[in-house]
């Protein structure tokens, strides 16, 4: 926090009253703090942001009604470059078109770690790797706030599904939650100063996030050094005078009075400490202060921009196979297939949702390639005569490139997806045109990881990605070969999504999420317990070819030293990347974690030396504290997790780790077939807590209108009330706009409701249909 705001605060608030104070904690309305003009108080503006600037004027109708705004690609592929230096540029543009519009804080990015292939907003995130989401996220960080706007890192913490993320527990144990899930935010927090941290909508072991006192005071402040502010999602305060004492600064959105009310009584009581209230008040006004400019509509450069939004998404197209057929012959004839090519599916659905001013498409760029529309963008359902149009065409070309991928109402904000399968018309397609033309090139357009049943049928497959509002462009760029591809996966591809270790105790229908696979996420479980995956972490092909050699491992100042030369034709970029497989014994580890890694840009016949730092973190566990641990480690070299070039060794001073007597025979130690609750209770050293699912008589604030209108009358009536006026808004129940908005209201916890209605749910008619719904009446208390 700049020490001018935070003195000129301290002097502000100490004028303030009592109820100005708990006023100041709770949002003026949905994108604004309170002003106190009068008293030196500006209102800070804040807006979503991870991709692109939404910012939404007073009046808006919807989540899609936004300012025009640079549609950048989504997170995901931006990630796929592993790139910092170009992520922090894009950082830097959206930052650039906040201060354009007067927005002071952008919420982004999240850095949720993907631990399952399912969840509804991967896209929105980095990685299932935390060294590479905190790597790309402290960059992201940089370039907005070197614009003058303030970065809001989220969702903090755990916060891994969409299903009943206003009410789920995640219960893990505290290594598993240093070392994955904790440690990217940690990164950020230390080397990039965020302004501000949002917390997740779940309970973490029991305690909502926005009142956790463990996660925001012990570790967030008084462990990192964290002096900003902490804001909740939108909805999630859950007690605000615990939150209060817990370190949470602002409930977001604003409009009712219900929280301050809250608050107040706590104090009365003696239960919240006044001055708890004047830090959070200190910390907000100094933040307004910082950002009470206003608009600046000369600080952005909206072509510039899209130029930056293009080398992003042409950096994050990741090969997955190629047999030669790319790039394109100059003068192929190129039958385009798949409607996806007209209508692309650019960006993820939800908060991020950004209202892109121009969007390209590859019909558009190439009229010139025959088209055949193969199926229905919107629903991914196809006909037979679709189908036979799109092998005709096929079979009049060179070359057949089909795009195909996820449709907004599959892959969003808000719910979860069932499987990992492409929509099934889509499939028929793509196997139909392989068979018609075997140089059948298929394009992905999705922010996850799908099953790819025809694969070994066609000629290459080129991801794509979300790839933002100029994506098509740089698809295009990749095919005809003016971009060679650089983009490496920054997630597993597995072959099903229940090869992943969380499943069975993820999603729905679970009221908690028990975190049993511990440490062992993504490739660090995959690689360890030796299960094939269709696509490996780090992987991604190029149009040239490149040769590791000379491999030096410096033990003084743990770096790996070593030569990458591009033994092709055309120039290209290369992700060199160094795991390390640690000493064994000690506790239960993965068998190799990503260490470092170094982007290198090479001419033909060119050869570079590249040095790469070994990250201290994958070098230690979280025993109570971080502890480096000792003794001889493999240092594995190459262009993914499992295409390994070099290999050399590391001795690193120190001791080892005891292994507790409690993993013996565990899971943890075999890593065969799936952890099981009394495996969880040795990793959690204490009971795992009881999942008790409501009913009638149970319902409480946590649970939803939907959940509680099977048994409800009233609450039938109030649910089916609300969601029809939500799918009137938008004209289509299957628009994901509208899916994630229905989620976020009458199936998100009454107390999200009432948090996000802005008094139009009073606190006391919401108590009123708990009461009918528990089968009794509405003005029971108790």
């Keep these: ?61 919807d989540m899609a009604d936004s300012e025009p705004a640079t549609c950048f690609p989504a997170l995901a592929t931006a990630a796929a470059t592993w790139d910092p230096e170009l992520v922090e540029r894009m950082g830097a543009a959206i930052g650039s078109e906040a201060r354009a519009q007067g927005v002071g804080v952008v919420l982004g990015p999240g850095l949720n770690i993907k631990r399952s292939p399912l969840c509804g907003r991967n896209f929105e995130y980095f990685s299932e790797d935390p060294l590479l989401a905190g790597t790309l996220a402290t960059s992201h960080v940089r370039g907005v706030q070197s614009t003058g706007v303030g970065s809001c890192i989220k969702h903090f913490a755990v916060n891994s599904q969409e299903y009943r993320r206003f009410g789920n527990d995640s219960v893990v144990d505290e290594r598993t939650l240093r070392e994955i899930y904790l440690r990217a935010f940690e990164m950020v927090v230390r080397d990039a100063r965020p302004q501000m941290v949002m917390s997740a909508y779940v309970m973490l072991n029991g305690v909502y996030c926005s009142d956790n006192r463990h996660l925001l005071r012990d570790i967030l402040r008084d462990e990192w050094g964290f002096d900003g502010v902490v804001v909740t999602d939108w909805g999630g305060m859950h007690d605000r005078a615990a939150a209060y004492e817990a370190g949470c600064d602002l409930a977001m959105p604003g409009g009712g009075t219900h929280l301050q009310r809250r608050a107040a009584t706590a104090l009365d009581s003696g239960t919240l400490r006044e001055g708890r209230v004047r830090e959070s008040a200190r910390r907000l006004v100094a933040l307004a202060m910082a950002h009470a400019g206003g608009a600046d509509p000369a600080a952005t450069d909206v072509a510039a921009n899209r130029e930056v939004a293009r080398h992003v998404a042409a950096e994050g197209h990741v090969l997955l196979a190629n047999d030669g057929t790319l790039p394109l012959a100059a003068g192929a004839r190129v039958a385009l297939i798949g409607q996806m090519a007209e209508r692309p599916r650019y960006q993820g659905g ?51 490139v089909v795009v195909v991928g996820l449709p907004e109402a599959i892959e969003s904000e808000g719910y979860d997806r069932a499987d990992m399968r492409l929509p099934g018309g889509m499939n028929r397609l793509v196997a139909a045109v392989a068979q018609a033309n075997p140089r059948t090139v298929v394009v992905l357009q999705c922010g996850s990881p799908v099953e790819l049943p025809w694969e070994k049928d066609v000629a290459a497959v080129l991801c794509a990605g979300l790839g933002g509002e100029a994506g098509a462009e740089a698809t295009v760029d990749v095919l005809e070969g003016a971009a060679n591809p650089s983009g490496k996966l920054p997630e597993t591809w597995p072959l099903h999504a229940d090869d992943a270790p969380c499943a069975g105790c993820w999603g729905e229908p679970h009221r908690q999420s028990q975190y049993r696979e511990g440490v062992f996420v993504g490739y660090r479980y995959y690689q360890t317990a030796g299960v094939p995956v269709a696509h490996c972490f780090g992987h991604g092909l190029s149009y040239t070819s490149f040769a590791y050699g000379a491999l030096a491992v410096d033990a003084a100042s743990r770096t790996a030293s070593f030569d990458v030369t591009n033994v092709g034709g055309v120039a290209g970029a290369e992700v060199a990347q160094v795991y390390v497989e640690p000493p064994a014994g000690g506790l239960p580890h993965p068998r190799v974690q990503l260490a470092g890694f170094a982007r290198v840009e090479l001419a033909p016949g060119e050869t570079r030396r590249v040095s790469v730092a070994l990250d201290r973190g994958s070098l230690s566990v979280w025993d109570g504290a971080w502890k480096l641990v000792g003794g001889t480690y493999q240092v594995l070299v190459g262009s993914s997790v499992e295409d390994v070039r070099l290999r050399g060794a590391l001795d690193v001073a120190g001791k080892g780790i005891a292994a507790p007597g409690k993993f013996a025979g565990t899971w943890y130690r075999s890593l065969e077939g799936r952890p099981t609750e009394e495996d969880f209770r040795a990793l959690l050293g204490r009971p795992v807590p009881s999942e008790t699912h409501h009913a009638r008589g149970t319902y409480d604030e946590t649970d939803s209108l939907l959940e509680m209108a099977q048994t409800s009358a009233a609450c039938r009536f109030v649910a089916n009330r609300i969601k029809g006026s939500v799918e009137r808004q938008y004209g289509d129940p299957m628009d994901p706009q509208c899916r994630m908005s229905i989620a976020s209201s009458v199936g998100c916890a009454l107390f999200g409701l009432v948090n996000c209605s802005g008094g139009a749910l009073p606190a006391g008619v919401a108590r009123a249909l708990l009461n009918l719904a528990n089968g009794r009446a509405p003005w029971h208390r108790g």
């Design 1 to 61: 926090m700049d020490a001018r705001y935070a003195d000129a605060a301290e002097k502000i608030v100490a004028k303030l009253d009592r109820d100005r104070l708990l006023d100041l904690g709770v949002g003026a309305d949905f994108w604004h703090t309170r002003a106190y003009p009068e008293a030196g108080v500006p209102a800070l503006a804040v807006s979503d942001g991870p991709s692109g600037l939404r910012h939404q004027r007073p009046g808006a109708r």
């Design 350 to 400: 939800g908060s991020s949702h950004i209202n892109a001013r121009r969007v390209a498409t590859m019909r558009g760029l190439r009229p010139g390639w025959s088209y055949a529309a193969g199926y229905d963008a919107r629903t991914g359902r196809t006909t037979r005569a679709r189908v036979e149009e799109a092998v005709r065409a096929a079979r009049e070309a060179d070359v057949a």
